[in-house]
């Protein structure tokens, strides 16, 4: 069972520069969330999606956009990249967003912006 | 404004306990998790809370307190595959996790 993918591993994009995270599930959830997470500070929600068709802002949402045109995948899209982009991104998916539902994350996305 | 706190690093002995604190101030509450994360990796879930009292699952228990917005997660019989990051999360009123910066334990033989 492969859960949840991300793609790329690791990248080193210039400043200015667009760039596409990808994120795909397999386990059908409904929800889907991407995260960023650096030294020092907890995962911060950029973007999630209760379910397919829509989407909403997190707690960092600026430089960053995501769509949701069906149930696998959420891409994460920067549309001009700048060094404080820098960051491990996690995407992560729930069944729902209430209960004990627990989110499952993906292996992450090591980017580096010069 | 909405914050988790936890210390940022412990240490503790091979086969021994510990617990790590976590206390949060959110928009409301609907549920506390605990995760494990070792380095390099993603976070995988430890257990949820949601009602007051202790939740025990194997060598791990979570205990929450929701007038003392307060949990902990113990750890028993320490093994070295348990140094990792342990990270508490919140959800609030909106159902969005808060997550605090996690705990680095540190298993010492």
């Known amino acids: 069972t492969a859960g949840i993918t991300q793609a790329p591993t690791s990248q080193i994009l210039a400043a200015g520069r667009s760039m596409t995270l990808r994120c795909t599930q397999d386990?059908?959830?409904?929800?889907m969330y991407w995260y960023r997470q650096d030294l020092g500070l907890g995962l911060r929600l950029i973007h999630y999606?209760?379910?397919?068709?829509?989407?909403g802002k997190g707690e960092v949402p600026d430089g960053y956009s995501v769509s949701r045109a069906n149930t696998d995948d959420f891409p994460l899209t920067l549309a001009s990249a700048v060094p404080s982009q820098t960051s491990v991104y996690f995407c992560?998916?729930?069944?729902?967003?209430?209960?004990?539902?627990?989110?499952?994350f993906g292996p992450g996305t090591r980017l580096t912006v010069l | 404004g909405q914050n988790i706190d936890q210390p940022t690093e412990m240490t503790a002995t091979e086969g021994a306990i510990v617990q790590i604190n976590c206390t949060y101030q959110?928009?409301?509450?609907?549920?506390l998790f605990w995760y494990q994360q070792h380095a390099g990796e993603a976070p995988t879930f430890l257990s949820y809370?949601?009602l007051d009292g202790l939740e025990e699952k194997g060598r791990f228990s979570s205990f929450l307190s929701r007038s003392k917005g307060y949990s902990y997660l113990l750890l028993k019989e320490l093994q070295m595959k348990d140094s990792a990051s342990y990270l508490c999360?919140?959800?609030?009123?909106?159902?969005?996790?808060?997550w605090g910066a996690g705990t680095k334990l540190i298993i010492k033989p």
């Open positions: 999606s209760n379910t397919a068709g829509t989407t």
């Open positions: 999360a919140v959800r609030d009123s909106n159902y969005q996790l808060i």
């Open positions: 386990m059908r959830h409904n929800a």
């Open positions: 809370n949601v």
């Open positions: 959110t928009s409301g509450f609907n549920g």
């Open positions: 992560a998916s729930s069944d729902s967003i209430a209960g004990g539902n627990e989110q499952f």
